[in-house]
T-cell receptor, first 115, second 108 residues
Framework: DSGVTQTPKHLITATGQRVTLRCSPR?????VYWYQQSLDQGLQFLIQ???????AKGNILERFSAQQFPDLHSELNLSSLELGDSALYFC??????????????FGSGTQLSVL | ELKVEQNPLFLSMQEGKNYTIYCNYS?????LYWYRQDPGKSLESLFV?????AVKQEGRLMASLDTKARLSTLHITAAVHDLSATYFC????????FGAGTRLTVKP
C-alpha cells in the first residue's frame, strides 16, 4: 500500500457527462500529480500541484481541470466526456526535500469507462 | 519537449538468462527513475538515479545512469518468473515523463 488513496476505483459514465476523481496523498506529501494511462498513449502526465498551487502542466485537455485543496487532497474534473477519455487515471504524491530523491508514490488508480 | 524512449517494448526471456532494458531521453536531466507495474496494478518505484555514473542494485535488478549519453539501463540478472511485469523509466522534475514501458515476460 503506497498510502495514496484514489476514489472511486471504477467509474462508468456516458459521453457528454462530467465526473470528478478524488485523490488523497500520503500523509505529509505536498505534491500531487495526475497521470492518464491508456493502451495507445501510455502514461501521460496531466498536471502537478504543490501545496495548493499548480506547478506543472502536461498534456491536459481544456475539458479537464484539477485543483488541490488546503487539506492537500486533489480532484481531477473531466467534462464533456468522449469515448477516447476512457483510461486509467493515476494520482501520485511526493514530498520533495532539497537534495533528496523525489520518487512518486502512486495510488491504485480510477478506471474510467465512457460508453 | 522531453521525450523518453525505451527499448525493447516487449521482452520474452527464459528463466536464468540475463538481459538489459534501455532508456534514452532527449534533454539534460540529472535524475532518472525506474518503476515497475504488475498487470492491473499501480506503479511501484524501483530505483532513483540522481547523478552521472549512479548505479543501484536490488536483487536481480541493477540500474545505471549516463547523463552525458542521456541513457539509463536496467539490467536483469538470472531472470525469474516473479520479475514478469512492465518496467517504466521516467525523467523530469515537476513534469515527470514516462517511457512507453517494457513488458517483460519470464518463461520457465
Amino acid at each position: 500500500d503506497s498510502g495514496v488513496t484514489q476514489t472511486p476505483k471504477h467509474l462508468i459514465t456516458a459521453t457528454g457527462q462530467r465526473v470528478t476523481l478524488r485523490c488523497s496523498p500520503r500523509s505529509g506529501d505536498l505534491s500531487v500529480y495526475w497521470y492518464q494511462q491508456s493502451l495507445d498513449q501510455g502514461l501521460q502526465f496531466l498536471i502537478q500541484y504543490y501545496n495548493g498551487e499548480e506547478r506543472a502542466k502536461g498534456n491536459i485537455l481544456e475539458r479537464f481541470s484539477a485543483q488541490q485543496f488546503p487539506d492537500l487532497h486533489s480532484e481531477l474534473n473531466l467534462s464533456s466526456l468522449e469515448l477516447g477519455d476512457s483510461a486509467l487515471y493515476f494520482c501520485a504524491s511526493s514530498h520533495p526535500i532539497q537534495g533528496q530523491d523525489e520518487k512518486l508514490f502512486f495510488g491504485s488508480g480510477t478506471q474510467l469507462s465512457v460508453l | 519537449e522531453l521525450k523518453v524512449e525505451q527499448n525493447p517494448l516487449f521482452l520474452s526471456m527464459q528463466e536464468g538468462k540475463n538481459y538489459t532494458i534501455y532508456c534514452n531521453y532527449s534533454t539534460t536531466s540529472d535524475r532518472l527513475y525506474w518503476y515497475r507495474q504488475d498487470p492491473g496494478k499501480s506503479l511501484e518505484s524501483l530505483f532513483v538515479l540522481l547523478s552521472n555514473g549512479a548505479v543501484k542494485q536490488e536483487g536481480r535488478l541493477m540500474a545505471s545512469l549516463d547523463t552525458k549519453a542521456r541513457l539509463s539501463t536496467l539490467h536483469i540478472t538470472a531472470a525469474v518468473h516473479d520479475l514478469s511485469a512492465t518496467y517504466f523509466c521516467a525523467v523530469g522534475d515537476n513534469d515527470m515523463r514516462f517511457g512507453a514501458g517494457t513488458r517483460l515476460t519470464v518463461k520457465p
